[in-house]
């Protein structure tokens, strides 16, 4: 039971087809709160691309600020390389997660019923995992500078930053979630397990500093498995034996990787979320689709949003709002397994709105 009647909820659009793919979550939340008599107030903010054209930056310098005492925040997507670079474009999203302390990117990767897969043989609920991404140093640390800069001369250092305090929380987090997490396919014999994914026979510092702490929060787990992989045979195996995985805790750069082969595995991009999370709830976490913007598809009404309504699943069930967000996620089960509602990725000619209806009748 939850404490609060109302919750407020940050939305940050961006840019593309951001408004379309946000709006559909938007409603499918405020039809599922409904069932737990919890009202939520979103407030919109048009930071992005746009915004950096009138004012030459990506959101106000007091963007922590502003949005501190929300419960939660909802990212449609950010970037348009014809409007913005994207490495400049890019600076919304990492302030918010660094400013926030959003040290867990947390990526499920499941696949429906009613969604194709390149995998030939992979069947619905074979693929059922979630990816602990380390999210706000290692190698996204924005450390390091160019020297001599357009000369033949020219250096640039890029330097990965592993902290014991960054490492050990991410990965303790990971065990923490294999402990608790029940799969979605309802399989008897799930036991938890946490896949280190590493690269420490060529990085002879920074990963084998990342398994030694892996090793020894493991210690503390006696209840779980404990897995190594590789990171590039770990790519290998995601192909192979997917449903082997459960738990994956990985680096910044390794996470981001290996979560975008895992959205194929699970029908695309257009079903793929992600929550960038403070799990000690000190700020507030962030929760988007990890699809592009796709600007040429804006305001076309043709893109797929699952992956904004699942993302809107994940942010009901880290504010408190459980029921809601399992009876969301029963809805988009539902919805798929029937197959009459399938945008054009998925061979079909429905219209996005048309998908947040669908989940909005179903709720």
Known sequence: MVDKTQFKIAVIPGDGVGTEVASEAVKAGIAA????????????????????????????????????????????????????????????????RKGFDQYVNLRPIYLYEGVSTPLKDARPGDIDLVVVRENVEGEYAQVGGRFKKGTDDEVAVQTAVFTRKGTERVIRYAFELARKR????????????????????????????????????????????????????????????????DVVVASNLFGDIITDLGAMLQGGMGFAAGGNI???????????????????????NVINPFASIEAMRMLLDHIGLQESAQRVQKAIQSILSEEKVKTRDMGGNSKTSEVGDAIVSHL
Do not use: Q
């Not at 930056?57 to 950010?78: Q, T, Y």
């Not at 709830?281 to 305001?299: D, L, R, T, W």
């Open 182 to 245: 029940k799969k979605l396919s309802g399989k008897n014999d799930y036991t938890g397990m946490v896949t280190n994914c590493s690269k420490s026979n060529a990085l002879n510092y920074s990963m084998v500093f990342w398994d030694e702490v892996f090793n020894r929060v493991a210690e503390d787990y006696s209840d779980i498995k404990k897995d190594f992989a590789l990171v590039d045979a770990l790519t290998m195996w995601f192909v192979k034996n997917p449903e082997y995985f």
């Open 33 to 96: 709160a409904k069932i737990e008599s919890v009202s939520l107030k979103f407030d919109w903010f048009d930071w992005g691309c746009d915004y950096y054209l009138k004012h030459g930056k990506m959101m106000p310098d007091d963007v922590l600020v502003i949005l501190k005492d929300f419960d939660a925040i909802f990212l449609g997507c950010i970037g348009d390389a014809s409007k913005v670079p994207d490495h400049i474009s890019l600076k919304l999203l990492l302030t918010i």
């Open 278 to 300: 403070n799990p000690d709830k000190v700020y507030p976490s962030m929760f988007e689709p990890i699809h592009g913007s796709a600007p040429k598809y804006a305001g076309k």
